[in-house]
């Protein structure tokens, strides 16, 4: 069974930084792309940042130059280093394969408030 465990979250002051954990088992993610989804108050649950197996990320502009998206093999993990954070960027953060997924984790809660 896939599991997803997201972590790093918390609240933090505008222009602050945080760095998301998502630790997978039950599945190598070297042979998959991977992606990063948020969740603001009220929203839907929308995709904001890939990797590909190669390593290429991909962001939208609203994050391109604060956001980094990296991944471990090794480790079976991805990470999401989070800069210059935005009110905007308050939302449940979530992790998961990027063409198909698997059960949702509980996602990580992210707070930008002054």
């Known amino acids: 069974q896939v599991q997803l465990v997201e972590s790093g979250g918390g609240l933090v002051q505008p222009g602050g930084s945080l760095n998301l954990s998502c630790v997978v088992s039950g599945r190598d993610i070297s042979t998959y792309s991977m992606g990063w989804w948020r969740q603001a108050p009220g929203g839907h649950r929308e995709l904001f940042a890939t990797i590909e197996v190669s390593g290429a990320p991909s962001y939208p502009d609203s994050v391109k130059g604060r956001f980094i998206i990296s991944r471990d093999n090794t480790q079976n993990t991805m990470y999401l280093q989070m800069n210059n954070l935005k009110s905007e960027d308050t939302a449940v953060y979530y992790c998961?394969?990027?063409?198909?997924?698997?059960?949702w984790g509980q996602g990580t809660q992210v707070t930008v408030s002054p």
């Open positions: 998961n394969f990027r063409l198909v997924q698997t059960p």
